[in-house]
């Protein structure tokens, strides 16, 4: 069974960063594409950032340029590097593969970007 856990969450102020890490609590294959998601509560659950298994990226487009999306296949595990953060960057952020397994999902970690 697999489990993803995030870690690295925070308060932080406007133009700050954050890195995120996604580890994996179980045997996965690296042959996976991940990804980083983010909700909003009451909001749908929203693709931030995802990385092919030979290190292909793909953003949307409200973090392209401040956010980068890295992975360490021996570690099985994935980092989300988050510069320059928006109130608007406020969200849980949660880590799966792509597309995401409902059974896959952890507690996710919180990002709060506030002055």
């Known amino acids: 069974q697999v489990q993803f856990v995030e870690s690295g969450g925070g308060l932080v102020q406007p133009g700050g960063s954050l890195r995120l890490s996604c580890a994996a609590s179980?045997?996965?294959?690296?042959?996976?594409?991940r990804a980083w998601y983010r909700q909003v509560p009451g909001k749908k659950r929203e693709l931030v950032a995802m990385v092919t298994n030979d290190g292909n990226t793909n953003y949307v487009d409200s973090v392209k340029g401040r956010f980068t999306i890295s992975r360490d296949n021996a570690k099985n595990t994935v980092y989300l590097q988050m510069n320059s953060l928006k109130p608007e960057d406020t969200a849980d952020y949660y880590c799966n593969v792509f597309p995401y397994r409902n059974n896959y999902w952890g507690q996710g970690t919180q990002v709060t970007v506030s002055s």
């Open positions: 179980g045997s996965i294959s690296s042959i996976y594409a």
